[in-house]
């Protein structure tokens, strides 16, 4: 069966530091990943997605940028943090465009 | 573009209540519709979902059926528990597109 994970799972940072979120998806090949995030009281947004390796693609421009070094692996990242960076970021997997996306645990960010 | 839109929260039900959150859509071409949950401090989780017009999801006693006479996508369920409670996110997907969310309906369900 399929998995998915990221981490960590929680991290303080100080404005201006920088940020790498990790995420690999077990059991499957090629799947298409995505980044979203989820900022308090304002529902879910999607940050990046990629259907293949070094394929990524923006959804909203900012100060954070995806990268896919392996066809399983995603890594969200920025170089220099924000206050309005935090929040509850959750990395995601399907088999297709148009599929199910399957979720992983999050990764709670928190800018001080 | 897609969109979904649903109703604002929160929600907050005594236990064994009748629930019903709305959703409704826009969208070009034949959207797949689904209804997602998370729970506090954890990431969102497949409830159930449709896949064309009439189809009906089911899932833990939710129900949600895909009206595309009036581009909705509601869900129930007829007794709710405590352990309910959570937050419910309606989203659609469209070609090849990445899932759109709504922005989610929290549900407080008290004993």
């Known amino acids: 069966s399929q998995t998915i994970h990221q981490w960590p799972a929680t991290l303080v940072q100080p404005v201006g530091s920088p940020l790498s979120l990790e995420c690999t998806v077990e059991g499957t090949s090629n799947p298409n990943l995505y980044w979203y995030r989820q900022a308090a009281g304002r529902g879910l947004q999607l940050l990046f997605y990629s259907v293949g390796i070094g394929q990524i693609s923006s959804e909203v421009p900012q100060n954070l940028s995806a990268s896919r070094p392996q066809d399983r692996q995603f890594i969200l990242s920025s170089k220099k943090l924000l206050l309005s960076d935090s929040g509850f970021y959750l990395c995601?997997?399907?088999?297709?465009?148009?599929?199910?996306?399957?979720f992983g645990e999050g990764s709670w960010l928190t800018v001080v | 573009g897609n969109s979904v839109t649903q109703m604002e929260g929160p929600v907050t039900l005594s236990e064994e209540a009748f629930l019903t959150i709305n959703c409704t859509y826009t969208a070009t071409g034949y959207p797949s519709l689904f209804w997602y949950v998370q729970y506090p401090g954890e990431g969102l989780q497949l409830l159930l979902k449709?896949?064309?017009?009439?189809d009906k999801g089911s899932n833990k006693g939710f129900e949600a059926t895909y009206r595309k006479e009036t581009t909705s996508f509601h869900l129930e369920k007829g007794s709710v528990q405590v352990s309910d409670s959570a937050v419910y996110f309606c989203a659609l997907v469209s070609g090849n597109t990445p899932l759109v969310f709504g922005k989610g309906t929290r549900l407080s369900v008290i004993a």
């Open positions: 995601a997997w399907s088999r297709e465009p148009g599929n199910t996306i399957y």
């Open positions: 449709a896949t064309k017009a009439d």
